[in-house]
Nanobody, 115 residues
């Protein structure tokens, strides 16, 4: 099972960009489907983007055209490039890894978008 550590969160003005990184330790990273989810105060955790082991991607409608998920299996890292950020993107962003019966989560990184 992999262990996940997110980084790259912070405070940014609306219209700005951030890139989140999720570094995984452990074996078989390339086999995992990797995802980014977020949770805003008082709201349920929601899927933002996911990338499979084969590289297929899917996105929440709210971030399509603005966010891009990618992975570098050589570095055991998954990224979330976030452009044209909006105040409603403010949340704690979590990295998630799923493969067979394994389901791992990072500790989360705060993203705050000011208007």
């Amino acid at each position: 099972q992999v262990q996940l550590v997110e980084s790259g969160g912070g405070l940014v003005q609306a219209g700005g960009s951030l890139r989140l990184s999720c570094a995984a330790s452990g074996s078989m990273f390339s086999m995992y489907a990797m995802g980014w989810l977020r949770q805003a105060p008082g709201k349920q955790r929601e899927l933002v983007a996911r990338i499979t082991s084969g590289g297929s991607r899917n996105y929440a409608d709210s971030v399509k055209g603005r966010f891009t998920i990618s992975r570098d299996n050589a570095k055991n890292t998954v990224y979330l490039q976030m452009n044209s950020l909006k105040p409603e993107d403010t949340a704690v962003y979590y990295c998630n890894a799923v493969w067979l019966g394994y389901d791992s989560w990072g500790q989360g990184t705060q993203v705050t978008v000011s208007s």
